[in-house]
């Protein structure tokens, strides 16, 4: 169904961390990215440093505060720990867009606005999501330069040395939330982005005995934008969901997936180039072989090598694999899905996946919901 918002797709995602420059580096040279631009000082941005990495149509900006009064930023940053601050939706006209949100209920940020200098303008507009990120509807199509006024070439060049990831876009971008959350985000999406619920698991869908959730995926009309919002559900132990929003101290942006085309090669590659990875046991891959209805292009020993979730569908199946979390707190992490014909996100997977999730959490002394219960620290 065409979208009567003209929802392009995803644009840019906004990063709030400690240290610009270090995180951007990491994504250079863990996920091969190029660092296309760079506002700072430099270029008359005064109190925050900001780097523009690149990689097909994957945008992501890391920013960070240079000055003890850009509370913005240091607040954030002293609350939730690096993570996502905004991610931006391509509009045909962000006005039109901005309104039809606002007039269904959706917190303003900022109204639409100008951005303009000698190469052109982008215009911009936010509304608020969750407890502390903006959703931004983005135009550039008047704009010829690096992403946005106040940007230029980067500073200095990095010649680093990374294995090629092939990494593409973003699939989906996932929310947690609390406890009686899930429906007003969901709702919140469908009435102020004309979006619909598309998939919606309830209690029992998704855990293992010890923890769990409940989620919804909300999408636009078009698919372009899937977004999961997921919130704990009660089990014996603490949901990894409760873990997240007591770490991030609230709800945000979970994970980003990011799409490869060949995903064997996009995860040996960030293998080589030192991401970390969810650990997926042996077995998974004797219950794969066993499976007499999975007729897939890959060989299963290939994906057994490089640990890759399979995930099969009446339409067609997805591979898939999940970071562990990037940063210091166990908050926001990556996946990377390969997609054939498939839709979902996995959900053949979420057993594997939550017993891996659950052995970190152990780890941490996030686990268990008593002290007692704690591992010693080796
Ligand atoms: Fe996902």
């Known amino acids: 169904m065409p979208d009567i918002l003209g929802i392009r797709g995803y644009d840019y995602v906004e990063f709030y961390v400690g240290s610009a420059k270090m995180v951007a580096y990491w994504y250079?040279?863990?996920?091969?990215?190029n660092i296309t631009g760079f506002s700072g000082p430099e270029t008359g941005v005064r109190d925050r440093i900001s780097y523009y990495l690149t990689k097909n149509n994957l945008k992501?900006?890391?920013?960070?505060?240079?000055?003890?009064?850009?509370?913005?930023?240091f607040g954030f940053v002293n609350r939730h720990g690096d993570g996502v601050k905004r991610w931006a939706i391509e509009v045909d006209d962000v006005e039109k867009t901005f309104n039809y949100a606002t007039q269904n209920g959706a917190v303003m940020v900022q109204r639409?606005?100008?951005?303009?200098?000698?190469?052109?303008?982008?215009?911009?507009a936010a509304i608020r999501l969750y407890d502390d990120t903006e959703l931004v509807y983005v135009n550039r199509d008047n704009f010829n330069h690096i992403f946005r006024p106040g940007y230029c070439e980067p500073r200095q060049e990095l010649n680093l040395e990374f294995e090629e990831t092939g990494i593409i876009g973003i699939d989906h971008i996932v929310g947690n939330v609390r406890e009686n959350e899930m429906n007003l985000w969901a709702g919140y999406f469908n009435k102020t982005m004309n979006f619909d619920?598309?998939?919606?698991?309830?209690?029992?869908?998704?855990?293992?005995k010890y923890s769990a959730l409940l989620s919804k995926v909300v999408r636009s009309k078009d698919s372009v934008i899937k977004n999961p919002i997921n919130e704990p559900y009660v089990a014996e132990k603490k949901s990894q969901i409760e873990e997240y929003i007591e770490q991030y101290y609230g709800s945000g942006v979970?994970?980003?997936a990011i799409q490869t085309e060949d995903i064997v090669k996009?995860?040996?590659?960030?293998?080589?180039?030192?991401?970390?990875?969810?650990?997926?046991?042996d077995t998974y891959y004797d219950m794969l072989r066993e499976r007499a209805d999975l007729n897939i292009d890959e060989n299963i020993d290939d994906l057994q090598k490089h640990k890759i979730l399979c995930d099969k569908e009446s339409t067609g199946y997805?591979?898939?694999?999940?970071?562990?979390?990037?940063?210091?707190?166990?908050?926001?992490?990556?996946?990377?899905?390969?997609?054939?014909?498939?839709?979902?996100?996995?959900k053949g997977n979420f057993q594997a996946l939550f017993e891996s999730i659950e052995l970190d959490q152990k780890l941490r002394g996030?686990?268990?919901?008593?002290?007692?219960?704690?591992l010693p620290p080796c």
């Open 254 to 256: 979970q994970h980003i």
């Open 366 to 374: 996030n686990l268990d919901k008593t002290p007692e219960e704690l």
């Open 112 to 124: 639409p606005h100008k951005l303009e200098d000698k190469h052109g303008y982008v215009m911009e």
């Open 60 to 73: 992501i900006v890391i920013t960070s505060a240079v000055q003890p009064s850009t509370y913005d930023i």
């Open 266 to 281: 996009t995860i040996a590659a960030l293998r080589k180039n030192g991401v970390e990875f969810l650990t997926v046991p």
């Open 318 to 346: 997805l591979l898939q694999l999940f970071t562990k979390p990037i940063g210091d707190r166990p908050t926001f992490f990556f996946e990377f899905i390969q997609r054939k014909g498939a839709e979902g996100f996995g």
């Open 28 to 33: 250079a040279k863990s996920l091969g990215m």
């Open 197 to 208: 619920t598309f998939i919606d698991f309830k209690a029992g869908d998704i855990g293992t």
